[in-house]
């Protein structure tokens, strides 16, 4: 059963008798009804009532009037009003242009816009490349998603996806001082997608590819990075190959094992699992077997999925061939991205000893992880209601910040590789234990490493 949380929080605006137990029948009320209590304020006072704001985290839009009813059915209680606290974060949308200069006068005036900004465009004009310096080019991404694979909701349109995209906007600023703007296309036709991203490229550095079904997003990506002038990232991808490899790291020093002698069995193999696999055998794995909804992949079966070709290719070298199942026998390492309940404790118990499980299937992840923790000696998912949860939001914010800093075009492996070494690198050997394997996403250096790594390597290539 779900576990009420943040993302389901309510606050209930309640009239009740002013007597001296009201408030703590109140809490109890709601607490026996399942709610979990994170505020409760009175917020009038008059001599026989009280108005009362009590704030609790629910399960669901259900749970949440079993607590309503709960809470009314007291003497003398009537509840006004029930604010959903998550739809209220988001009325008006999450983000906001603001100067960043001031318009004080029309000394201002006439240099931040006319007569004086036609110098600028002229000198832009003659020289494209003084966009970056001189226009929000050099500060500002654009966050590209078609809504055909957004979070665990699937194939739900532009506009459903803008919130998502928004929240996304929002952590680049908050984390890496990124600026970023959501861009929602009502269309999913590749070529029509690299058209409008192409066509809208001359306002950003960089683009942030979010949330397109694959095999889609592999085209799209590559297409766009080979005629874009400016860094195509693929979060999904990039950003969860780069997290995974750091908490690999980090969890194989806890295991004492090297990522050259484990074996490791990877489900999922769309975007996220292709990415993962090339990123590990660029770090020095070498025994990966992918598993899809058929199994394992192997040289002998025959694939039309130019990805999968690629998987068969590099991975397996047992060229093991059977079910997921079967393929975590004896295996250090699980990473999952894939789906809800694919394996449970007998899988878990059979994988070898000192056994590594990343289930980061969302909302739900392959295994239960209470129940993988009972075998695996590490185990992290992509909650944030669990020990170590792999979140590429320590990846993307810092990764863009150094791309735009050395004002670099193009995405290699050193770079993924460098991220992933600093995001593990903010565990160190005192803290690093088997619950804490990856920083937590507030950690404020973390970004600022991983901007620093991915200018280290930019230079280093120039040298």
Known sequence: MANPGPGNSITLRIDAPSNFSVTSELAATAADAGAVITALDVVESHPTTIVVDLTCNTIDEDHADRIRDAVEALDGVTVRQVSDRTFLMHLGGKLEVVPSVPLRNRDDLSRAYTPGVARVCMAIAEDKSKARKLTVKRNTIAVVTDGSAVLGLGNIG?????????????????????????????????????????????????????????????????????????????????????????????????????????????????????????????????????????????????????????????????NFKGTLKEAVVGADVFIGVSAPHVLDEDDIAAMADDAIVFAMANPTPEVDPVIAS?????????????????????????????????????????????????????????????????????????????????VRVVKAGKE
């Not at 990039?238 to 690999?248: E, K, N, P, Q, S």
């Not at 791309?403 to 050193?414: E, H, K, Y």
């Not at 590789?417 to 050997?429: G, H």
Request: some cysteine; aromatic content about 6%; proline content about 5%.
């Open 158 to 318: 532009p506009e459903a996806a803008l919130p998502v995209m928004e929240g996304k906007a929002a952590l680049f600023k908050q984390f890496a001082n990124v600026d970023a703007w959501p861009v929602c296309l009502d269309t999913q036709d590749t070529e029509e997608i690299i058209k409008i991203v192409k066509a809208i490229a001359p306002v950003y550095g960089g683009v942030n590819l979010e949330d397109i079904a694959a095999p889609r997003c592999f085209e799209i990506e590559a297409r766009l990075r080979e005629e874009l002038d400016i860094p195509v990232f693929h979060d999904d991808q990039h950003g969860t190959a780069i997290v995974t490899l750091a908490a690999l790291h980090n969890a194989l020093k806890v295991v004492d094992k090297k990522i050259e002698d484990v074996r490791i069995v990877l489900s999922g193999v769309g975007a996220a699992g292709n990415a993962i696999a090339q990123l590990l055998l660029e770090q020095g794995a070498v025994d990966i077997v992918a598993c899809g909804r058929n199994g394992a992949i192997n040289r002998d079966d025959e694939y039309t999925d130019a990805h999968r070709i690629e998987l068969a290719a590099t991975t397996n070298p047992r």
């Open 374 to 454: 009972k075998h695996a000696a590490v185990v992290a998912t992509g909650r944030s209601d669990f020990p170590n949860q792999i979140n590429n939001v320590l990846a993307f914010p810092g990764f863009f910040r150094g791309l735009l800093d050395a004002g670099v075009s193009d995405i290699t492996p050193p770079m993924l590789v460098a991220a992933a070494e600093a995001i593990a690198s903010r565990v160190d050997d005192e803290e690093r234990n088997a619950s804490f394997i990856i920083p937590s996403v507030f950690d404020p250096e973390v970004a600022g490493a991983v901007a620093e790594a991915i």
